[in-house]
């Protein structure tokens, strides 16, 4: 089981993976090329396409990926599953196509706009034929990895020959398009493939059913997860380009941070029910694992915020630096939060835990928005994505620890990542004024300054303390030793009153 997870792991990692240097190697390019404003055209753009999609997919992929993965031994069940789920994508996208056809006509605020939301329609119609979920719960992650590198490739070099001046936004859209798309259309034909689709014993609105809290959860998140940049976009084009930047950024991170959580959430689910003890050991190592990652990534993603920006976008996003420094820390909440949503409230039937807690995060970054981004930009939206988060991360945590479904993943090495990183981060802090080599050289040698950092001192606090266990004995040891000398203390004063 171990190894299984582990080649999961690798696989599903090469796909994420794959996505985010491709996107690193595509994304400095095409922010040069179309510049700010085509950026933020872009992204608003496609924004309101993943609005629209949220209604569309119904939350029923998670779903569709907690019952494959329960089921997985029962093929018919699986056919069952697969049709249903299908059927009611394919069903709800039919329902918000009129709506959003007549809102790019009709209702887009700028002509740009509108010739992007045209194309992005091809993407909703083919949004209901992803199947990825299947994979995802079959835990067949090396077709899903083999097909999207291979997709990615053939896309990107259709970018470095066909993009190539600002009059090119069009066509940057459509190669986007076409990427994902066939991702789509590759998933259905094999999908259909392994398991089959039928119509008969199929139930849709059964399955529709049980994902009504992660549709809802859906549509709270989009609600300040997506609308702050239709929002930004209203008054300023400019500013949405900026903040795209930055915040693509921290998601490159978070996306990272993500693929072991993600990877485990089927047999999280499985565990759960089967055996309580194997799932508990199971997510102290995945979550400490995570943090291991984690810590580093934020404050390295704060420290170099002035070489990530120059390097993804150059001087003319110089703007962004600041957005980046105040979203720097995002990824440890999402990460944290999206960590206990998918291996803890999930395989536990708590979905609502989720709901309530981005109920709360959409409340504060809407308010946020609504008041202060007319005034301050990408300042306000960054501020409020950051403080919603947070409120909802506190709320998610209070939620499972009074429901006593949260298992006992904390460990003294987080402790130790923390403190390490805190040493790399001012290290990085000295060593960055005397370098200056351009901005890829300067962010090549300051990362991996950053890496050699805090490898190294994981490994010296390792050999102070070799066991976690002798770390514990020593921290009870001495608040023993403090409590009975408070007591000794507290006898000679009432000792002497007397």
Not at 26 to 40: C, K, Q
Not at 72 to 101: C, G, H, M, Q, W
Not at 123 to 148: C, D, K, M, P, Q
Request: hydrophobic share 55%.
């Amino acid at each position: 089981m171990a190894k299984s997870i582990k080649k999961n792991t690798i696989y599903n990692g090469l796909h994420i993976l794959s996505g985010l240097v491709m996107s690193l190697f595509t994304a400095p390019y095409v922010n040069r090329v179309l510049g700010v404003e085509n950026i933020g055209l872009f992204n608003f753009a496609h924004s309101v396409l993943s609005f629209v999609l949220v209604f569309s997919g119904l939350g029923l992929a998670m779903v569709a990926v907690r019952e494959i993965s329960r089921n997985r031994e029962d093929n018919e069940k699986i056919k069952i599953i697969f049709s249903s789920v299908l059927v009611a994508s394919v069903t709800a996208s039919l329902i918000v196509f009129i709506p959003y056809l007549l809102f790019a006509v009709f209702f887009a605020p700028f002509e740009n706009i509108r010739v992007l939301l045209l194309l992005f329609i091809i993407s909703l119609a083919l949004n209901s034929l992803n199947t990825e979920w299947l994979f995802t719960g079959l835990e067949n992650f090396g077709y899903i990895a083999v097909r999207s590198v291979t997709l990615r490739l053939l896309s990107v070099v259709a970018l470095f020959i066909f993009v190539r001046s600002e009059s090119d936004l069009i066509i940057y859209t459509v190669i986007t398009i076409a990427a994902l798309c066939g991702l789509h259309l590759l998933n259905i034909g094999k999908g259909i493939k392994i398991v089959g689709f039928s119509f008969k014993r199929i139930r849709p609105l059964h399955f529709a059913w049980l994902a009504k809290i992660f549709f809802i959860q859906g549509i709270v998140v989009s609600t300040y997860q997506i609308l702050d940049r239709m929002i930004l976009g209203i008054f300023s084009v400019y500013d949405v380009g900026l903040y795209a930047v930055a915040r693509n950024i921290v998601f490159i991170a978070i996306t990272i941070m993500l693929v072991l959580p993600n990877t485990i959430a089927p047999r999280s689910a499985l565990l759960y029910q089967n055996d309580k003890d194997q799932y508990r050991s199971l997510l102290k190592k995945a979550f400490t694992l995570t943090m291991y990652a984690l810590v580093p990534a934020c404050i390295g993603i704060f420290v170099l915020s002035s070489n990530l920006i120059g390097f993804m976008g150059g001087e003319q996003f110089s703007d962004a630096i600041i957005l980046l420094r105040i979203l720097s820390f995002l990824p440890l909440l999402i990460c944290v939060a999206g960590f206990i949503h998918v291996n803890v409230s999930v395989p536990a039937g708590r979905e609502r835990n989720t709901l309530i807690a981005n109920i709360a995060v959409a409340v504060v970054s809407l308010t946020i928005n609504l008041a202060f981004v007319r005034t301050f930009g990408g300042r306000a939206a960054s501020v409020a994505l950051l403080a919603g988060e947070a409120l909802g991360l506190v709320i998610m945590i209070f939620l499972v620890l009074k429901q006593k479904i949260l298992p006992n993943i904390l460990s003294f090495s987080i402790f130790k990542f923390v403190f390490s990183g805190v040493i790399m981060a001012i290290a990085l802090f000295f060593i960055s004024p005397l370098i200056s080599l351009g901005n890829v050289i300067d962010l090549i040698i300051l990362a991996s300054a950053g890496v050699v950092i805090y490898f190294v001192m994981n490994f010296l606090i390792s050999l102070i303390f070799k066991k976690e266990d002798e770390v514990m004995i020593l921290i009870k040891q001495t608040l023993w030793r403090k409590k009975i000398e408070t007591v000794a203390v507290n006898e000679a004063q009432a000792e002497e009153i007397k």
